[in-house]
């Protein structure tokens, strides 16, 4: 693709201020900058302390990627940010640094979904570095099952089209598998990020020892959650277990737990995405998200997938936790299959569906402004035009859909918040 575009994405739904350059499906920046050392000692994300946090490291980190990719601001065909779902401050800051980079630059602003951009993540390629091997990029084969595991997300994905077509199949109704690994690792005493702690911990450890609850595994609950997961429960069960045996006297066998809560969490998340697989008839499961690091996962779900007949893709682990390349190529996707950019009429939307691929679509643009025709598509005339309040009452409109899930999400965060003070957990 000589006449790829060159797109700068920015991700800041979380704690994580992600800048990536691509031109086309190729690789030339993956800059991170991660608050999580701020975060420690809360045991879990604190949103201000994220938003404020991406505040002072967008400037740097935007230009670290462009030295990295050797490309000027001014080089850019188009301009990419997360417009949701995740924290609503912290993506306001990475929005509004867009914002500002587009219009300033007379460039197109291409307002995407995080959920997605974990997808496009894996079909970029890689440039060779001394540490290892480069990668081609690897179109993906349609449809495809998408599990995304991280802190802040667990959710199944049916994804007939990148840029037209995902469906969510379920997702967690409470904590994310992520922040189950940090909770527990707390009840355990081990620091925040817990994920890899547990791994450490879990060394060693028998996962039959105890058998911990898998959530929403009943047959009863597979009629209406198939596809959701639920891992607080989980995370109780770890909590009480030591208090029975703290009470009764006995030692915690910590590598024994951490072993046996991995392998719930693991097998449930293995079960559920290959029943999608089975029931869909898609033989391909994609993961993405920063608990795919797991050993044990990604081990399990490569041996049940295969035993399935199963074909799992998996990106490299730089491109698995949240970074700004994945938004910068689900941009270029939208771009080559001829969408047209976003207005600035779009906001942080905390609960965006994942059937929104991309946000405020300029149905109404003239011909003539798409990407890579020559005519600069820049955002600001369009927001005049088709003005904030447009943008917003579709905002609005999606919304209205997804007010249960908001609940489930506002729940969840007050679990987190909770989480941090919890006696239970604390
Ligand atoms: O994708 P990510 O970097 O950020 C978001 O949460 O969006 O994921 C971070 C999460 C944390 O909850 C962390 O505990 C978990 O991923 N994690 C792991 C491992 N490494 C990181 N969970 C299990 N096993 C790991 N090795
Ligand atoms: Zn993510």
């Known amino acids: 693709m000589p006449d790829a575009p060159l797109v700068l994405g920015i991700e800041t739904s979380c704690d994580e201020t992600g800048i990536g350059i691509v031109r086309g499906r190729t690789l030339l920046s993956n800059t991170i900058a991660s608050s999580m050392d701020e975060h420690a000692r809360y045991g879990g994300v604190v949103p201000e302390v994220a938003a404020r946090a991406h505040l002072e490291e967008m400037q740097p980190a935007i230009e670290r990627a462009l030295a990295e990719a050797q ?32 219009v300033s630059l007379g460039k197109p602003l291409y307002a995407v979904n995080h959920l997605v951009g974990h997808i496009a993540a894996d079909i970029l390629s890689r440039p060779s570095s001394p540490s290892s091997p480069g990668a081609d990029s690897v179109p993906l084969e349609y449809p495809t099952i998408a599990l995304l595991v991280s802190g802040g997300h667990t959710s199944l994905l049916h994804v007939r089209d990148l840029t037209t077509d995902v469906e969510l199949l379920g997702e967690t109704v409470d904590d994310a598998a992520g922040e189950a690994f940090d909770k527990v690792a707390r009840i355990l005493g081990l620091p925040y990020p817990g994920g890899p702690e547990i791994d450490r911990a879990a060394v060693g450890g028998d996962p039959a020892a105890i058998r911990f609850p898998r959530g ?80 044990r996962l990604r081990e399990v779900a490569l041996a049940r997938a295969a035993e399935a007949g199963v074909t799992v893709r998996i990106p490299p682990l730089s491109l698995c936790t949240d970074n700004g390349a994945m938004i910068a190529g689900l941009a270029a996707e939208l771009i080559a299959s001829g969408r047209r950019p976003s207005t600035l009429g779009f906001g942080a939307d905390s609960t965006l569906p994942v059937t929104e691929i991309q946000v405020a679509e300029d149905s109404a643009a003239a011909q003539g402004t798409t990407v890579g025709d020559g005519t600069e598509a820049g955002p600001g005339a369009e927001a005049g035009r088709e003005g904030t309040e447009a943008g917003h009452a579709r905002t609005e409109a999606g919304r209205h859909g997804t007010e249960a899930d908001r609940a489930g999400t506002e729940a969840r965060r007050e679990g987190t918040e909770a989480g941090r003070h919890d006696p239970e957990v604390g």
Not at 89 to 101: E, N, Q, R, S
Not at 221 to 238: I, M, N, P, Q, W
Not at 268 to 279: E, Q
Request: hydrophobic letters at 50%.
């Open 71 to 102: 490309v000027r601001l001014e080089d850019l065909d188009a301009v990419a940010v997360t417009s949701g779902p995740g924290l609503a401050g912290a993506l306001m800051v990475g929005i509004g640094a867009a914002k500002g980079l587009a």
């Open 216 to 295: 929403l595994s009943r047959a009863s609950d597979l009629e209406k959650h198939r596809y959701d997961f639920s891992f607080s429960g989980l995370k109780t069960a770890v909590a009480r277990w030591i208090e029975r045996e703290e009470a009764a006297g006995h030692a915690i066998p910590v590598a024994d737990v951490a072993a046996s809560f991995r392998e719930a969490v693991v097998d449930v998340l293995v079960t559920k995405a290959l029943a999608a697989c089975a029931d869909r008839g898609v033989p391909r499961l994609l993961l993405g998200g920063g608990v795919i690091a797991n050993r």
